[in-house]
Structures are given as structure tokens and as C-alpha cells.
């Protein structure tokens, strides 16, 4: 695949390189001769694990430091091909509780980074994480890049207005940036260490500790799922096309699935685990949002990507590592 050869000795930097998806984007990224610089704050849960770069320590650059310093980001972004732009606040119930921290780090270090690139780096190009929580509860599925967005918690907000800081830069400024809305993606190396991160790898915690998984309502919520794999994949293409410059895309799951039949279809993979239906909860029944599933269709028409991971192999996969690691992500 030609856009793959595209990254050997190129020199990229990753933003919440040491998280979940960051780890696995920069494991890819060395396996294929890039030149990879891993920039995380490590704050306690947020994701940042010294064991997602397990057998990768000496093959990259790590540096500790948070994207809200503007000094550090000025330096680090410097010589740098390509920005992987991955840092965030991703929980949707601590935006809500600490509205504050999710500006700083959603919205205003967003800016910043954007600053730090337009007057050290203007060549650069920038792969943004958006979210499909920006779009909030859908008038119509699956959701497409031209739905309206009004999002449902701060969080939504914040991303919202991080994604659109890097379309105006590239529109006003011609700094290349483009911004993928990701999906519920899943895999190896997130955070399971509590609930706030999304359900999926909590259900896989729960399951592979033979612990119970609830589920709220009557469980007949459909989301799709993206695996961190096919994730990946998404930012290495929209970091090689140059027809990706100024565009947002959706990712997607091959089908939507209830989260009933997913929490039953974990149990069964993981051979341990049981499944319970309880009550909403107040505060998070008042950010639900109901079904929701996203098209991936312009991304597949412009950069050739689709997901190709099967739902039952991706949760073999995952629940296979945290089978083998968990003692470094409980």
C-alpha cells in the first residue's frame, strides 16, 4: 500500500502518544521506519501507560510534558513531517464535573498547538481527533459529516470547537490539517482503569475479571465499534493524502450492535463474566443520546478506508491481551 511506504524516515510527532490509541498509532509508525516523537503529560487517568510501549522503548522519543505549555509545544513541533494530534480529555461525565479542565485541554491548548505549528512549523501537516459525540442526539442515522451538530455534554462542545480551530487554520493560514470524528473504538492498551473512558473496554474488564456488567435501560442502545487497528489505519491515510487537507471524516463500525448483544457476545468471548440490565442513572441519562451510528462512506470514497476487523475478532484480540496484561491496566 503506497500511503504506508510514504512514512519510513519521516519525522512525526504523536500528542497523547503514550494513550490508547496514540500508543498504537506509534507502534505502527516505527514498524514502518518513521522517525517517532511521543509527547504525553501522563496525568493519572487519562490513559498515558509506560506498557503500551512495551518492546518499543528504544525505538522512539518520549517526552513528558502537557500540551497546555505553550514553550514546550513551540519546541517540539519544530522539524517535525506530520502531527498526530491525539491529545485530549475524552470523558464525557468529568466534562460535566470539571467543565473547566475539558476548555483547557479540548479547546484552548488546541489553539495553542495550532499557534506553535503556524509561526515554528508551517509545513506541517496536522491529524486531528474529533469525536462523534459532536453531533449529539441524531435527527437521523447513520450520522453523516453534514448532520447538524449540537452537542449533548461540554465535552461534545470542546471537541467541536477543537476540530474547527484546525479547519479554520487550514483555511485561513494553509496549515494542512484534517480531523477524523472517531467512533466507540476498542482494543488493546485502553484505559480500564475506571468507567469514564468509554464502556467498552470497562464491559472487557468486567468480564475478564468474571465481575458482572450492567447495563442501563433495557440495553437496546445501538452503537457502532471501531477497532483501534482500523483506527489507525484512518490516520495514516488521512496523514499521507494531500486530498485530505481542510476535510473532516467519519469513522465507522461494520454494523451497529445493541449494547445488550454486545455485553452478552464479551461474556462469551472472555468464557467468564455475566450480564445484569439496571436503572439510568440520572446524571448520565440526561447526556444520553440513544442510538447512533455513523457513515463512513466519504472517507471510503476519498481515502479508500473502511473498517476490515470483524466485531468478534477484535474483541478476541482484546480481551487476549487484557487476558495477558492486566495487571498493568487494572
Known sequence: ???????????????????????????????????????????????????????????????????????????????????????????????????????????????????ACRYENPQIKVIYAGTRQQYGKPRYLPLDEDHLQAPTDVNGVNKLAGEWYHIVYNNAYGLRTTSLRLTNTYGPR?????????????????????????????????????????????????????????????????????????ANLIVATAGRGRVRLIPWPDQRKKIDIGDVYSSYQRIQDELGWQPVIPLAEGLHRTINFYLQNGEHYW
Open 190 to 262: 485502553q484505559l480500564v482503569k475506571h468507567d469514564r473512558q468509554g464502556f467498552i473496554g470497562w464491559f472487557i474488564r468486567k468480564a475478564v475479571r468474571n465481575e458482572e456488567i450492567q447495563i442501563y435501560g433495557d440495553g437496546t442502545q445501538l452503537r457502532d465499534l471501531t477497532y483501534v487497528d482500523d483506527v489507525v489505519d484512518a490516520f495514516l491515510r488521512a496523514g499521507a493524502r494531500e486530498q485530505a487537507n481542510g476535510r473532516v471524516y467519519n469513522l465507522g463500525g461494520q454494523h451497529p450492535i445493541n449494547l445488550l448483544e454486545l
Open 1 to 115: 500500500m503506497t500511503y504506508l511506504s510514504d512514512y519510513a524516515g519521516r519525522s512525526i510527532l504523536v500528542t497523547g502518544g503514550m494513550g490508547f490509541i496514540g500508543s498504537n498509532l506509534a507502534r505502527r509508525l516505527v514498524d514502518l521506519d518513521a522517525h517517532v516523537t511521543l509527547v504525553d503529560s501522563l496525568i493519572p487517568d487519562y490513559g498515558g501507560n509506560w506498557h503500551n510501549l512495551a518492546g518499543y522503548q528504544d525505538r522512539l522519543r518520549v517526552n513528558i510534558a502537557d500540551v497546555r505549555d505553550p514553550y514546550s509545544m513551540h519546541a517540539l513541533v519544530q522539524g517535525q513531517d506530520i502531527l498526530f494530534n491525539l491529545a485530549g480529555q475524552v470523558s464525557h461525565m468529568d466534562s460535566m464535573t470539571d467543565p473547566y479542565t475539558d476548555l483547557e485541554i479540548n479547546t484552548r491548548s488546541q489553539l495553542s498547538i495550532l499557534e
